[in-house]
């Protein structure tokens, strides 16, 4: 059992950064590939990016490649994305997600998922 919290969300600045955090709990954090997907209003979930369990493999949607980027901290039992050059359309609630197969997470099937964080990217 893996429980995802999300958190670092907020209203930025077209231009503007910000990095989500995503804390999970459960003694088995490093044996789960780990990913990040959005939801904006009116639209289905989307996948932004994953990383694999050992940190050498991720992953980016072609729509943030060179802006966003994913890491994790096993030590931590933490996974980040960093986002820069924000736009108006990234605005939307990230949502964390785990799953112990890569290719199960990429298509928005995992097992475990955060509740969610808002951003919110003004123009």
């Known amino acids: 059992q893996v429980q995802l919290v999300e958190s670092g969300g907020g209203l930025v600045q077209a231009g503007g950064s910000l990095r989500l955090s995503c804390a999970a709990s459960g003694r088995t954090f490093n044996s789960y590939v780990l990913g990040w997907f959005r939801q904006a209003p009116g639209k289905e979930r989307e996948f932004v990016a994953s990383i694999s369990r050992g940190r050498d493999t991720t992953y980016d949607a072609d729509s943030v490649k060179g802006r966003f980027t994913i890491s994790r901290d096993n030590a931590k039992n933490t996974v980040y994305l960093q986002m820069d050059s924000l736009k108006p359309e990234d605005t939307a609630v990230y949502y964390c997600?785990?799953?112990?197969?890569?290719?199960?997470?990429?298509?928005?099937?995992?097992?475990?998922w955060g509740q969610g964080t808002q951003v919110t990217v003004s123009s």
């Open positions: 997600a785990a799953d112990p197969i890569g290719s199960i997470l990429r298509i928005g099937r995992s097992a475990y």
